[in-house]
């Protein structure tokens, strides 16, 4: 039976910045924080929409997050696939370890060339029928997969619907070491009209936002990995439900800035499929991810600035759509990854 945790209503607190390491302050403000104050003090229309429980986006973020767009559609405008990239192909798909800082878009737009270049049968292909089976942020690398014809992509979109495909991620975090080994976190998810991704509690699925959207549930099971280094880097398993810790989220966390903050890594494995669903339950459990400024991640780290963050889409697997056969496909680790287990070993 899984054992279920309230956490209490703290009131947060988050300076702008703290040396040696730069956070982007909770307390900074943002247009949509006068619609929540409305949905907590009117008696108008607003009184009956959920409030989020996660912060609104750091003011500072705006302009790193600029920046680095207009970094990365350079970088992506030039980007092309080699065979280092591709991790799996078979007649039906083909998978690819996507770099961090290049756009899905450019990625997908890069296969037929890719095909082409070392598979003469492609030429044959119907090259205009490639889809993204799945989705990764800009600054998430890791494994991508593309279907080869309209009947494929239908099928995956539906395993993806269904949850039937299993994803797991690693992600470099700064914050103080959590007690817990393994949790899963339930909560809501879900933005008012041209707002940002907010937590929202488990209460309020289902209800309704402003601007005609609703309140989902978003659930990840997380685990440590390593903190400060120490820690064993082992493989991903099948996870028995009744085993684990589960926290549902129904207020605010507590996260306390003035503590000694850890470099922690932790691998998630993603039970629902929502937007920056991974970074927003890290943020919320008080490891942001490190360069992640639109959910508190440090953006600058024992001298250097981070300019995307460090989360690695490192699994995916699911039975293939044709063949029925079971297919897991892993993308090696990033460098940051690598340096920390590299140095474990040391």
């Known amino acids: 039976m899984a054992r279920v945790l309230h956490l209490p209503s703290i009131t947060l607190l988050f300076p702008p910045f703290c040396k040696p390491l730069r956070f ?158 393994n949790i899963t976190i339930k909560s809501g998810h879900g933005r008012s009209k041209h707002g940002a991704w907010r937590v929202y509690a488990a209460s309020d699925v289902g209800r309704s936002l402003p601007g005609g959207s609703v309140v989902r549930d978003m659930e990840t099971f997380v685990e440590v990995l390593s903190v400060n280094g120490k820690g064993v880097f082992k493989e991903f398993s099948d996870l028995r439900k009744d085993e684990e810790e589960a926290m549902v989220v129904e207020e605010k966390s507590e996260i306390d800035t003035d503590v000694k903050k850890d470099e922690i890594v932790v691998r998630a494995y993603p039970r629902s499929g929502r937007t920056h669903q991974i970074r927003l339950h890290c943020q919320y459990l008080g490891i942001p991810i490190i360069g992640d400024v639109k959910y508190e991640g440090v953006y600058e780290w024992k001298g250097r600035t981070f300019e995307g963050h460090e989360l690695h889409a490192e699994s995916l697997s699911f039975e293939h759509p044709v063949t029925g056969e079971a297919v897991l496909i892993q993308a090696p680790l990033p460098s940051w990854a690598c340096q920390v287990f590299h140095g474990q070993a040391d």
């Open 24 to 181: 982007l302050s909770m307390a900074s403000t943002s247009p949509l924080d006068s619609t929540e104050n409305q949905s907590r003090n009117d008696s108008g229309s607003f009184t009956n929409y959920p409030v989020p429980i996660s912060p609104p986006l750091p003011s500072l973020s705006k302009n790193i997050e600029l920046n680095r767009a207009l970094t990365a559609s350079s970088k992506s405008a030039l980007f092309s696939l080699s065979r280092t990239h591709v991790l799996y192909e078979d007649h039906w798909l083909i998978a690819v370890n996507k770099p961090q800082g290049i756009y899905c878009e450019n990625v997908l737009s890069a296969v037929p060339s890719l095909l082409m270049g070392y598979n003469e049968s492609a030429m044959g292909e119907n090259l205009g029928e490639l889809h993204l089976a799945n989705r990764l942020d800009r600054d998430t690398s890791g494994v991508m997969l593309i279907t080869k014809s309209h009947k494929i992509a239908a099928k995956l979109v539906k395993a993806f619907t269904d949850h039937k495909v299993r994803k797991t991620y690693i992600a470099f975090s700064i914050g103080q070491a959590p007690k817990w080994e």
